[in-house]
Nanobody, 118 residues
């Protein structure tokens, strides 16, 4: 069973930075796409950033230029560097991995809370 474990969440002031990390129980190269989603209270879960095993990236318009998704091969993690954080970035952030094999297999982490507040 694939396990994804997020870390790095916390409370930060507006304009600050956080780095989230997603550790996988299997090689991250096994997955076709890895990404970060977030869910704020009362809102639907939304894609924040994704990274394919071909190194293609995609970002939500609201985070472009502020967030960067990247793979750390040595640690077998997918990280999300978040800069210039805004109160509207407050949410639970989830790591996701997709495996395309006889359909799409979705794997999720347990989530990590990010709160942006002064």
């Amino acid at each position: 069973q694939v396990q994804l474990v997020e870390s790095g969440g916390g409370l930060v002031q507006p304009g600050g930075s956080l780095r989230l990390s997603c550790a996988a129980s299997e090689s991250i190269f096994r997955f076709n796409v890895m990404g970060w989603y977030r869910q704020a209270p009362g809102k639907q879960r939304e894609l924040v950033a994704s990274l394919t095993n071909g190194d293609n990236t995609d970002y939500a318009d609201s985070v472009k230029g502020r967030f960067t998704i990247a793979r750390d091969n040595a640690k077998n993690t997918v990280d999300l560097q978040m800069n210039s954080l805004k109160p509207e970035d407050t949410a639970v952030y989830y790591c996701n991995a997709k495996l395309f094999f006889r359909g799409i297999h979705d794997y999720w982490g347990q989530g990590t809370q990010v709160a942006v507040s002064s």
